[in-house]
């Protein structure tokens, strides 16, 4: 599996941007999506998730109700809509892959990071 990430940028505090997850390779939908970022100094953190088939996403209390995350199952892509970011959200973004039946945030799979700078 094979993850492709993209969508950063600069943006303005108050402002959007959406993140890509492209994913390629052999049954996707065995994993769980997820988004995680990592700023300067800072632990990762989780962001928010979702499964390809089933259920709704699940958000981190820090960004619930700001952003968004979606999928095309067909597209076989996920998505992640940011509004009203602060500048507390800069971070580079990772979209990563936990395999349903491995062990809860034990990521198999990454994607390259991708950077989100919002300024105040």
């Known amino acids: 599996v094979q993850l492709q990430a993209s969508g950063g940028g600069v943006v303005q505090a108050g402002g959007s941007l959406r993140l890509s997850c492209a994913v390629s390779?052999?049954?996707?939908?065995?994993?769980?999506m997820s988004w995680l970022r990592q700023a300067p100094g800072k632990e990762r953190e989780f962001v928010g998730s979702v499964r390809w088939n089933v259920g709704s996403p699940y958000y981190a209390d820090s960004v619930k109700g700001r952003f968004t995350i979606s999928r095309d199952n067909a597209k076989k892509t996920i998505y992640l809509q940011m509004d009203n970011l602060k500048p507390e959200d800069t971070a580079v973004y990772y979209c990563a892959a936990e395999h349903r039946a491995g062990v809860p945030g034990k990521y198999a799979f990454w994607g390259q990071g991708t950077q989100v700078t919002v300024s105040s």
């Open positions: 390779g052999r049954a996707p939908s065995l994993y769980t």
